[in-house]
C-alpha cells in the first residue's frame, strides 16, 4: 500500500454492533438468531480490517448494562460467547490475530473466564491484527477502574496527587499501549455512544450508519474507512497549520 494511501487508513477502528435484534424481529425469529448471524459480520470485518491495514480493531459485543437484559437472551449470549471461543479462536490464531478481552471480567462465571484467559495466552505472539472484545464493559467503569488504580498509588506513596494528569490517568485506561481510537463505528441506526470506550473516542471521527450489524459486510466497512479519508482532523489546530506541517 503506499505511504499517502496508508496514512488515510485508521489504525485503530471500534464498533458498536448494534441492530441483531431487529434484524431477526424483521424475519419472525428469536433475537438470539439475530446475535448468532451477527458473527459472519464479525468475520466480515476482522477480514476486511486486515486487507485494509487497519492495526487495531476493538468490538462492543457486551456491555455492563446489557446484563439488565431479560435473562434468557443473557443467557443465550453467554452460549454464544462460549461456542465462538471455542470454534473461531484457532481460526483466529492461524491467521495472526491476537486476542484480548476488556472490560469487568469477574462478572463472568469461572468456566467462562477461563476460556477467555486461554484464548487471550494462546493467541498472545500475534500481530497480523489486534482484536479487542469489549464485554462487560461500559465507558464509565474504565474511568472509575482507572481512577481507583490512581488513588491506590497514591495511597501506597507511588503517586502524588498533584502528578495526577490526563497522561497519568491515561495510563490505566483499556487499551492504552495501543494505537489511539481513530474511527468510532456504530451500526443499526442509533446516533449515539452508549458508554462506549468514553475517554478513548476523545478525538476519534464518528460514523453511524443505519445498516443492522448481521448486514455490515467488507463494502460497509470500506465504505466507513473512505469516508473517514476524506475528513480533515485537525486536533484543535486550523486546517493552514496543518497545510503548512505537511
Not at 101 to 116: N, T, V
Not at 218 to 227: F, G, M, N, V
Amino acid at each position: 500500500m503506499p505511504a499517502a494511501t496508508a496514512a488515510r487508513v485508521p489504525r485503530h477502528v471500534a464498533i458498536v454492533m448494534d441492530g441483531n435484534g431487529r434484524w431477526a424481529r424483521a424475519r419472525h425469529r428469536p433475537r438470539s438468531f439475530g446475535h448468532n448471524a451477527g458473527r459472519k459480520a464479525v468475520r466480515e470485518v476482522i477480514e476486511a480490517c486486515m486487507r485494509e491495514g487497519v492495526q487495531v480493531l476493538t468490538l462492543f459485543a457486551f456491555s455492563s448494562e446489557n446484563w439488565q437484559r431479560p435473562q434468557d437472551e443473557v443467557n443465550a449470549l453467554m452460549g454464544l460467547f462460549l461456542r465462538a471461543l471455542d470454534k473461531e479462536v484457532e481460526e483466529l490464531h492461524g491467521h495472526g490475530v491476537r486476542l484480548r478481552f476488556i472490560g469487568d471480567l469477574a462478572a463472568f462465571d469461572e468456566p467462562l473466564r477461563q476460556r477467555m484467559q486461554a484464548a487471550m495466552a494462546h493467541t498472545a505472539g500475534n500481530q497480523a491484527l489486534q482484536l479487542n472484545i469489549a464485554v462487560s464493559y461500559g465507558g464509565r467503569w474504565d474511568i472509575a477502574q482507572a481512577s481507583r488504580r490512581a488513588a491506590t498509588a497514591v495511597a501506597e506513596g507511588e503517586l502524588a496527587v498533584g502528578e495526577i494528569d490526563e497522561t497519568r490517568l491515561g495510563q490505566w485506561m483499556s487499551l492504552a499501549e495501543l494505537p489511539p481510537l481513530d474511527l468510532f463505528i456504530r451500526t443499526g441506526g442509533e446516533r449515539r455512544i452508549s458508554n462506549f470506550l468514553l475517554w478513548q473516542v476523545a478525538y476519534a471521527e464518528l460514523y453511524f450508519t443505519d445498516t443492522l450489524w448481521p448486514d455490515f459486510d467488507q463494502a460497509c466497512l470500506r465504505e466507513a474507512i473512505a469516508d473517514y479519508a476524506s475528513r480533515e482532523r485537525r486536533y484543535g489546530r486550523t486546517s493552514a497549520q496543518l497545510a503548512t506541517a505537511s
